[in-house]
C-alpha cells in the first residue's frame, strides 16, 4: 500500500508517519502541493492524506482531482483538520485525535472508498475532450 502525505508542520506530519509506518505501509510526505499534483497520476496511490490548515487553496482541487480522474479513483482522500469536513468524498480526522494512540489513519485507509465512480460535469468532459484531442 502507497500513501501520499501532503502535511507542513513536522510535529503533525511525524505522528502520521509514525502510525502508517508502524503498519508497514510505504509513506511519501511532501510539503510542496505542486509537487503532489505532478506525481500523483505516475504513482497512483491508495491514499492521499492531507492537512487542511496548511492547504486549504489545494485541498478541494486534490479532492476534484482524485474524483473526476479516471486512474485515481480507487485512491481515497483523507483529511486531517479542526470542526467538521467539508467534502463529503473524503475521510475526516480530527487533529485533535491525532495524539491517541490510535488516530484513525488506517482504520480510514482500510474504511470506504468516498470517491466512486462520477462522470462529472460538462466542464469536466470538455476539459477531458481537449486533453485527448
Known sequence: ??????????????????ELREADIIVFRYRDPL??????????????VVRQKDFPLHAPMLAAMIRFYKSLQSCKLILIGEG????PVCSF??????????????????????AGAHR?????????????D
Open 35 to 48: 509537487r503532489v499534483v505532478d506525481c500523483i497520476t505516475e504513482l497512483v496511490p491508495d491514499a492521499l
Open 93 to 114: 480526522i480530527k487533529e485533535a485525535s491525532l495524539s491517541e494512540k490510535t488516530s484513525g489513519i488506517c482504520s480510514a485507509l482500510l474504511g470506504p472508498n468516498y
Open 84 to 87: 467538521e469536513s467539508s467534502f
Open 1 to 18: 500500500m502507497l500513501v501520499l502525505v501532503l502535511i507542513e508542520e513536522n510535529s503533525i506530519a511525524d505522528l502520521v508517519l509514525k
Open 120 to 132: 462529472g460535469s460538462r466542464l469536466v468532459a470538455r476539459a477531458q475532450r481537449m486533453v485527448r
